[in-house]
């Protein structure tokens, strides 16, 4: 039998239980106010409030173009639920590009591991980025300027700049909508998909769907966003069977790319 990863968190995960609006864990919260730490300006750390388990990886999260961390909160409980520990963020400004929402991302996982009240919880070698369309963006410039992080899911991801893709190396997950317009997934993430150097990754397209569903509570996103971070954020594989072989197109995914079977 295959050895069990040490950073299995949880019991062993059921499709009701990855589509459910709250996973196994009990969970606390804490408002981080402005000023807190350097970098980013403001957000809400979800957390599991047992440690019976040991520590848990990490995740920041930050919205798009002028859009306030309400966007994306959602994942806060919704993930932290699951098992790991989850920053939603707000931007400094509504406007800010997704280079420097990258470095807030990058900056506020700093602070979760370092200086914030949750450190003692977090294993700072597991962490991930999260984001909507600039903050897709900015998941995949910090995927690229931060090497060691263990995922990214990048959600109906917007950047006209793509530099950064050759440096792009961390098992990604990428989240469009068929019908946005905003951040086309035919000029956006398909090429983002297809240009990445990550051996690991994936594309799920979701019908029908405009700019907003990727960032929209519900249990699709949230079924694969959970079991790509369980996957490789802690490196649990009896996620895969969520994973691989990847879903056949139904009436919520229009279509799914994978580097299946993930190694
Ligand atoms: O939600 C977004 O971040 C949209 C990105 C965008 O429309 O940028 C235009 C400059
Ligand atoms: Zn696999």
Not at 55 to 84: D, E, H, K, N, Y
Not at 106 to 117: F, G, I, K, N, Q
Request: net charge negative; glycine share 8%; proline share 9%.
């Amino acid at each position: 039998a295959v050895q069990a990863s040490p950073y299995e968190r949880g019991p062993a995960p059921t499709e009701a239980g990855v589509t459910a609006s709250r996973g196994p864990f009990a969970i606390s919260q804490v408002t981080v106010p402005e000023g807190s730490g350097t970098g980013f300006k403001n957000g809400t750390i979800y957390y599991p409030t047992s440690t019976a388990e040991g520590t848990f990886g990490a995740v920041a999260v930050i919205p798009g173009f002028v859009s306030p961390q309400a966007v994306i909160q959602w994942l806060g409980p919704r993930l932290a639920s699951q098992g790991f520990v989850v920053f939603t963020l707000d931007t400094f400004s509504g406007q800010d590009f997704p280079q420097d929402r990258a470095k807030q991302l990058l900056a506020a996982l700093d602070y979760l591991t370092t200086s914030s009240s949750v450190k003692n919880r977090i294993d700072p070698n597991r962490l991930a980025v999260m984001g909507h369309s600039m903050g897709g963006g900015a998941s995949l410039w910090a995927s690229a300027n931060r090497p060691s992080l263990k995922a990214a899911v990048p959600l109906a991801p917007w950047e006209v700049d793509t530099t950064w893709e050759k440096a792009d190396k961390v098992p990604t997950l990428i989240i469009g909508g068929q019908s946005d317009a905003i951040a086309p997934v035919d000029s956006m993430s398909i090429p983002f998909f297809t240009g990445i150097a990550a051996s690991e990754k994936a594309y799920l397209e979701l019908r029908n769907g405009d700019h907003f569903v990727p960032a929209a509570e519900g249990p699709v996103v949230a079924k694969y966003a959970i079991s790509w971070l369980k996957r490789f954020v802690d490196l649990d594989t009896r996620y895969d069977q969520f994973l691989c072989p990847a879903p056949a197109p139904n009436t919520n995914i229009s279509q799914y790319r994978d580097t299946c079977p993930h190694s």
